[in-house]
């Protein structure tokens, strides 16, 4: 191996990739490998935690020098990573970015998403702590620099060193082309591959624009852009359609007097493995950690609209990454690509047709072969169930998690490229091994309530059904009882009566007058100005006001209750035991 090129990739698939790939991330520590990957390739989920680990890894590699690091800094510094990372998550990534009201009340700018609220979350718990900071970190800070070597570039001074300096590429989807869009620690853009200087098209691509990134960060004409913060980068890799608005970049290009306004969506969207950045970087041995969500069999399709649209995007997602990762195999050959999945070693079915007798063909079946890692069946397929999101997860799906990578890293990469690491180290993960390989029912019930996005909480703690249903209940009972009673008396207050069509009339001359054209109101907009529409438009301004107001301190007031009371009851129930 030591002639070769070795590229890491970290698929999509929201925490759940991101606590698989720290499992990965450990056995690569323990087999000695991480300090020869060259390059890491990463999308969604992956580029979270891939950022992360090269925060830590720049500051290992400029603290010491070559000739001083040994492997037991990498697992130190996994261990290091897996601590920070477990306790930021538990905090709840989703809903802290809705958890602050003057955070909130920005969304309704046009220039603040909820993309750039989550980077700021981000950035908040994970990529400051990391380098022992207040301010943003951003993407030209993530070059590395190793003592001695001020003018360090991987391309040409890798080659003497034991520990490499990785490329870290971050991967996004361009909507403006439909290309892959990269985020590295030089600059960003759509890669171009060069044929003597020159720009190099391939003859089916059919958008005949290129997005050329420039060479460096400075070169960007737009400060802002210089100094890009990686969480916006990792934001845009993670941005899910339909789940969070595109990070748009302007001004980066212009097209003649017309302005480009570039937006990036989730790198998934183009190749959730991240195999084609690896693939343009002359990587030769692949390691390929894929915890994305995979399409599943069903028996019955949902027949209406939106449900053939999501089916059909899954099958679509689905057949890129197959003709992505066979691609890769079929060029490389499977005993240079190590490929780790969370459906490896699960058993395959072939159901076969009702005969003419009525009775089935025989089935033909190929038996699960994932105690080979140590693992379970129904536990291997729970964990690949798990909900692809950014919520808190309790320690009994971390670890579980974690720990699958880790034993599933270790039996690849033992097969494909001989590598076989120490005595297991002391990863606070391996508690739930024995677990996994002998399943307990509590076990396996924690793991499949987490395949839910939501009401999860009220699976796990039954006591909290009651209020949960009852409150809902007791208030409608109560609006019901009230307006019996109110209708039974027949004694409206003639000022209640008085009150309501005031405000509706002053409501309907607002909306009326506030805007008013027609010439026959024009001449009495103008006269009552003063007294009529002065009025009438700040009783407008008032409402819209409170209406806008309503949605964001309401936002704020129900998840920071959620986050007080009821997220530590979820991590309490997934505990150890």
């Given at each position: 191996?030591?002639t070769?090129?070795l590229?890491?990739a970290?698929?999509?698939?929201?925490?759940?990739?991101?606590?698989?790939h720290l499992?990965?991330?450990?056995q690569l520590a323990?087999c000695?490998?991480?300090?020869?990957?060259?390059?890491?390739?990463?999308?969604?989920?992956?580029?979270?935690?891939?950022?992360?680990?090269?925060?830590?890894?720049?500051?290992?590699l400029?603290?010491?020098?070559d000739?001083?690091?040994t492997?037991?800094?990498?697992?130190?510094l996994?261990?290091?990573?897996n601590?920070?990372?477990?306790?930021?998550?538990?905090?709840?990534?989703?809903?802290?970015?809705l958890?602050d009201l003057?955070?909130?009340?920005?969304l309704?700018?046009?220039?603040?998403?909820l993309?750039?609220r989550?980077?700021?979350v981000?950035?908040q718990l994970?990529?400051?702590?990391a380098l022992?900071?207040?301010?943003?970190?951003?993407m030209?800070e993530?070059?590395?620099?190793?003592p001695g070597?001020?003018?360090?570039?991987?391309?040409?001074?890798?080659?003497?060193?034991r520990?490499?300096?990785?490329v870290?590429?971050?991967?996004?989807?361009?909507?403006?082309?439909?290309?892959?869009?990269q985020?590295?620690?030089?600059t960003?853009?759509?890669?171009?591959s060069y044929?003597?200087?020159?720009?190099?098209?391939?003859?089916i691509?059919?958008v005949?624009?290129?997005?050329?990134?420039?060479f460096d960060y400075?070169q960007?004409?737009?400060p802002r852009?210089?100094?890009?913060?990686?969480?916006?980068?990792v934001?845009?890799s993670?941005?899910?359609?339909?789940?969070f608005?595109p990070?748009?970049?302007?001004?980066l290009?212009?097209?003649?007097e017309?302005p480009?306004c570039?937006?990036?969506?989730?790198?998934?969207?183009?190749d959730?493995?991240g195999?084609d950045?690896?693939?343009?970087?002359?990587?030769?041995r692949?390691?390929?950690?894929d915890?994305?969500?995979q399409?599943d069999f069903?028996?019955?399709p949902?027949?209406?609209?939106?449900?053939?649209l999501?089916?059909?995007?899954?099958?679509?997602?689905?057949?890129?990454?197959?003709?992505?990762?066979h691609?890769?195999?079929?060029?490389?050959?499977?005993?240079?690509?190590?490929?780790?999945h969370?459906?490896k070693?699960?058993?395959?079915r072939?159901?076969?047709?009702?005969?003419?007798?009525?009775?089935?063909?025989p089935?033909?079946?190929?038996p699960?072969?994932?105690e080979a890692?140590g693992?379970a069946?129904?536990?291997?397929?729970r964990?690949?169930?798990?909900?692809?999101?950014l919520?808190?997860?309790?320690?009994?799906e971390?670890?579980?998690l974690m720990?699958?990578?880790?034993q599933?890293?270790?039996?690849?990469?033992?097969?494909?490229f001989?590598?076989?690491?120490?005595?297991?180290?002391?990863?606070?993960?391996l508690?739930?091994?024995?677990?996994?390989?002998a399943?307990?029912?509590?076990l396996?019930?924690?793991?499949?309530?987490g395949?839910?996005?939501?009401?999860k909480?009220?699976?796990l703690?039954?006591?909290l059904l009651v209020?949960?249903?009852g409150?809902?209940a007791?208030?409608l009972?109560?609006?019901?009882?009230?307006l019996?009673?109110?209708?039974?008396?027949?004694?409206?207050?003639?000022?209640?009566?008085?009150g309501?069509?005031?405000?509706?009339i002053?409501?309907?001359l607002?909306?009326?007058?506030?805007?008013a054209?027609?010439?026959?109101?024009?001449?009495?907009?103008?006269?009552?100005?003063r007294?009529?529409?002065?009025?009438?438009?700040?009783?407008?301004?008032?409402?819209r006001?409170?209406?806008?107001?309503?949605?964001?301190?309401?936002?704020a007031?129900?998840?920071?209750?959620?986050?007080?009371?009821l997220?530590?009851l979820y991590?309490?129930?997934?505990?150890?035991?």
């Amino acid at each position: 191996m030591s002639t070769d090129k070795l590229g890491l990739a970290l698929s999509g698939g929201g925490l759940r990739a991101s606590f698989f790939h720290l499992g990965v991330l450990a056995q690569l520590a323990e087999c000695g490998l991480l300090p020869r990957i060259e390059t890491i390739s990463a999308v969604s989920g992956g580029a979270i935690i891939a950022a992360l680990y090269y925060v830590h890894l720049k500051r290992l590699l400029e603290s010491k020098k070559d000739t001083e690091i040994t492997d037991a800094d990498y697992v130190d510094l996994v261990h290091t990573l897996n601590e920070q990372f477990r306790a930021a998550t538990r905090k709840n990534i989703r809903l802290l970015a809705l958890a602050d009201l003057r955070a909130n009340w920005r969304l309704y700018r046009r220039d603040y998403t909820l993309s750039d609220r989550i980077a700021e979350v981000y950035d908040q718990l994970l990529y400051r702590p990391a380098l022992g900071r207040e301010t943003p970190v951003t993407m030209r800070e993530l070059r590395i620099f190793p003592p001695g070597q001020p003018d360090f570039h991987p391309y040409r001074d890798n080659d003497g060193r034991r520990h490499k300096v990785p490329v870290l590429i971050l991967n996004a989807t361009s909507l403006n082309t439909g290309r892959d869009w990269q985020f590295t620690a030089r600059t960003m853009g759509e890669p171009v591959s060069y044929q003597n200087g020159r720009a190099c098209f391939d003859e089916i691509d059919s958008v005949p624009v290129r997005l050329r990134r420039p060479f460096d960060y400075f070169q960007a004409a737009d400060p802002r852009l210089r100094d890009f913060p990686l969480a916006k980068a990792v934001a845009a890799s993670a941005a899910v359609p339909g789940v969070f608005p595109p990070v748009v970049i302007e001004g980066l290009y212009r097209d003649g007097e017309d302005p480009i306004c570039v937006s990036l969506v989730d790198g998934g969207v183009h190749d959730n493995q991240g195999i084609d950045a690896l693939l343009a970087e002359a990587c030769t041995r692949f390691i390929v950690s894929d915890a994305s969500g995979q399409l599943d069999f069903e028996p019955c399709p949902e027949p209406g609209r939106l449900g053939v649209l999501a089916r059909s995007g899954s099958v679509l997602q689905d057949q890129v990454r197959y003709e992505s990762l066979h691609r890769l195999i079929e060029v490389h050959g499977r005993d240079r690509v190590a490929f780790l999945h969370l459906r490896k070693g699960l058993g395959k079915r072939e159901i076969a047709w009702i005969n003419w007798n009525g009775k089935p063909y025989p089935k033909r079946a190929s038996p699960p072969t994932t105690e080979a890692f140590g693992v379970a069946p129904e536990v291997q397929a729970r964990l690949a169930e798990i909900r692809t999101d950014l919520d808190a997860f309790h320690d009994t799906e971390a670890f579980a998690l974690m720990c699958d990578g880790y034993q599933i890293a270790h039996a690849e990469i033992a097969h494909r490229f001989g590598q076989n690491g120490s005595q297991p180290g002391a990863w606070p993960f391996l508690q739930i091994q024995p677990g996994l390989r002998a399943p307990s029912p509590r076990l396996l019930k924690l793991l499949r309530i987490g395949r839910h996005n939501v009401g999860k909480i009220l699976l796990l703690d039954k006591r909290l059904l009651v209020p949960a249903l009852g409150a809902p209940a007791l208030t409608l009972a109560w609006a019901w009882i009230s307006l019996r009673d109110w209708i039974a008396a027949a004694s409206i207050p003639v000022s209640a009566i008085a009150g309501i069509a005031g405000l509706v009339i002053l409501d309907w001359l607002g909306r009326r007058l506030g805007d008013a054209k027609a010439p026959e109101i024009a001449a009495f907009v103008r006269r009552f100005k003063r007294l009529a529409r002065t009025p009438l438009n700040g009783y407008q301004n008032i409402r819209r006001f409170l209406l806008r107001a309503a949605l964001p301190l309401a936002g704020a007031i129900l998840v920071k209750g959620y986050l007080r009371w009821l997220n530590p009851l979820y991590l309490r129930c997934g505990r150890l035991r």
